[in-house]
């Protein structure tokens, strides 16, 4: 277990591997641009943490111990006494590369370094450090405190040490480990993010409406969410980025991005976190939106 962790990003998934960091006992180094993200981070980090304990997951003693492991900053220099990073920004490589770079240039030698990307290429950005044989695929999923998968994935230059130390860590935090390769989406975005596709072309093409798709896939297959439900909850930017590198990396029209998804892109409708996507959250209970 490394016991301090950057994370870069105080996002849905940032916030998230600080919060399972600290309460795993590592110190956390938060970093953001934005401070205003970073208080807001912190609040979330301890109502989550509220949640599981009163959900009996986690005892409340542990709760402040933990938030005191928390540092947040906008300066990469907080970065230098980590063993680790992470990097969890908005899923945009061109963002990666130049989050990659800074990151590297305040770190010790001796670090490691991990992206929590969802689909873009571990080699490619692995390319682009100073430390591609100490740099691995690490990918949470959301929400961090509560699914207990992490796809660990090998750059091309990885090396066998650096990947087990990431398997530890993992381990360390209570989750389970699926190995993937290095291929577009890898394994969970690879599967999933053509059926929430599919269904939203479903929901463009009239097949059925908003509540009928979620509806038949919750009780037809026993999903827990619906896959639009799942698209909002996502982000529909995060699903409309995945599935644009699905497309252009494997060259394949099965994985074009519907255009109603581009269409909710482009207006700002990205689900929970806008309060307006396939539903409206501006109600206790969500209303479909089409």
């Known amino acids: 277990m490394f016991k301090t962790i950057g994370v870069i990003g105080a996002g849905q998934m940032g916030h998230g591997i600080a919060h399972v960091s600290a309460l795993a006992g590592a110190k956390v180094r938060l970093l953001d641009i934005s401070q205003d993200a970073l208080s807001i981070a912190l609040e979330k980090i301890k109502e989550s943490m509220d949640k599981q304990a009163r959900r009996g997951l986690i005892d409340a003693a542990e709760i402040a111990p933990a938030l005191a492991l928390i540092q947040t900053g906008t300066d990469y220099g907080m970065l230098s006494d980590c063993e680790m990073v992470i990097e969890s920004a908005t899923e945009n490589e061109e963002v990666k590369r130049d989050i990659l ?30 430390r591609p044989d100490r740099f691995c695929g690490c990918h949470f999923m959301n929400p961090v405190p509560s699914v207990p998968l992490v796809e660990l994935v090998r750059g091309l230059a990885t090396k066998d040490e650096t990947f087990e130390k990431f398997k530890s860590y993992a381990e360390a935090l209570g989750k389970t480990v699926a190995v993937s390769e290095d291929f577009p989406g890898f394994i969970v975005n690879r599967i999933l993010l053509p059926m929430i596709n599919e269904a939203i072309y479903t929901l463009y093409e009239g097949v059925g409406s908003v509540t009928a798709i979620d509806t038949a896939m919750k009780l037809g297959t026993r999903h827990p969410l619906g896959p639009l439900e799942l698209a909002d909850f996502i982000g529909l930017d995060t699903c409309f980025a995945i599935l644009s590198v699905l497309h252009a990396d494997l060259a394949d029209a099965k994985y074009r991005p519907c255009p109603l998804l581009v269409k909710y892109v482009e207006a700002g409708w990205l689900g929970v976190k806008t309060g307006r996507g396939f539903y409206d959250y501006a109600e206790d209970i969500p209303r479909p939106t089409r």
């Open 101 to 130: 770079k800074s990151a590297t240039a305040a770190m010790s030698d001796q670090a490691y370094l991990a992206t929590n990307t969802s689909s873009i290429s571990i080699t490619r950005l692995a390319a682009i450090t100073d």
